[in-house]
């Protein structure tokens, strides 16, 4: 694989990690560790929520990535994958990486989605006691939920229908992994906020 | 104190607005940061039929001389980006006819593409691309496009009541690609039949036969040919 594209994969690898694991215990003093202190005795909830927006940005991440390979495929070739790896076989096939009934590539309709959520997710973490962060956080699960089926499609589509099929692309289960990560937290905060733990540790 | 009363409703109304605010300027500046980098990140030629342009790509079934069925053909699979000239002078350039079997001048043209074919085609990928243009008896069929490209016996040719067997030239031992749906027609900016593009390897429009009314196509394509050997 490509330097370029390895240290992405690295990074929103991390990041979607990050989120995934920001619910748990353990990782309290992890967030004094990256600048974080105030959140080290805050609620499990605000934890979650810095958790959502890493697993939002590495699931961007990958996102700008797939586009950028798949925008550079449109001429035959891309310059951030080897022309035999996994991510050019499932990528390179312009009318398989396009969001059914539309021409929208996979990697734009990713930035788009993890935009609103990234939007709802910033909007509570901003104002974690509004009276209506519970509705955004059902909106959240609901895009995150629709956002995860895509993915999940585009998935199939790689290990089955391209040419090379089954076609393996890292970075392309890096952003099925961010969204269901992210579908999972917005999850996990609205029943939270539902039983009234959401201030509590 | 009404307008007490009003101030701390409209404190309540307002509650917490300026989170939202934020957030959105927020995503919103980091979405237009992302869209220009990436497009600026991936600064593809533009796209279209006019020289030096990027040609539009030409994706869907082709017909080979004797064969029995149609099969996928993607322009940009045979395009090589990364094509230089003078590293590479005997790569296949393309040589992309739009025509129309029940088009007489098309049909006078199928003797002179034979001897093109025959005398590039060692350098060069010829493509014919059929269209079936909306003018009065222009109604040609998949079966009429083969038997055209293969001078098979079908009554339909030229307007639809000439022999597809009796059209000039030889047998058209290149791809014949169905565009009878006409898709091709905008990108490509077809306005009559027949009509030639010349690609390179690359895929960039070297020649475009609109742009140059009256030259001959052979002469053309020999003049834009890198010389082999020299």
Known sequence: MVMSTSVVLLLSSLTVLFGAMSRMESTRPLFSTLGMSDLVSAPASRRMLVGTLASISGGMLAAVWVWVIQRQSIIGSTTLCDSTSGCAQALSNQTMNTLPFSNLDFGLFFILMFSVLGFLALSIHLEPTWSKAGGFLSWGRTIGGISTLIALWMTITHLLMVDDSPAICPICIVLLAANIVTMMQFNLLLASHSDGSWNSN | ?230
């Not at chain 2, 007490?4 to 940061?33: H, K, P, S, Y």
């Not at chain 2, 493509?127 to 098979?152: C, G, Y």
């Open chain 2, 1 to 230: 104190m009404i307008n007490e009363v009003r101030r701390n409703r409209n404190l309540v109304t307002d509650e917490n607005g300026d989170a939202r605010i934020t957030a959105g300027f927020v995503v919103a500046g980091g979405i237009t940061f992302i869209l220009l980098a990436v497009i600026l990140f991936t600064d593809l030629p533009p796209i279209g039929p006019d020289e030096g342009e990027l040609a539009p790509n030409l994706q869907g079934k082709v017909h080979y001389l004797g064969a029995t069925d149609w099969v996928d053909f993607d322009l940009y699979e045979e395009t090589d980006s990364s094509w230089d000239a003078e590293s590479d002078p005997e790569a296949k350039w393309f040589f992309i006819q739009f025509m129309d079997t029940d088009c007489g001048y098309c049909w006078e043209e199928a003797e002179p593409m034979t001897q093109l074919e025959s005398a590039f085609g060692d350098r060069v990928t010829f493509i014919s691309v059929a269209l079936s243009l909306d003018i009065p008896s222009h109604s040609a069929t998949k079966e009429e496009v083969i038997a055209f490209q293969e001078k098979s016996s079908l009554m339909e040719c030229k307007g639809g009541d000439t022999d597809c067997s009796s059209r000039p030239g030889d047998p058209h031992n290149w791809a014949y690609f169905d565009d009878l749906s006409q898709a091709t027609l905008d990108p490509w900016g077809v306005q009559g039949t027949p009509f030639v593009v010349i690609v390179k390897p690359d895929g960039i429009v070297a020649w475009n036969q609109a742009a140059h009314s009256g030259e001959e196509v052979g002469n053309a394509l020999y003049s834009m040919l890198p010389q082999v050997g020299e």
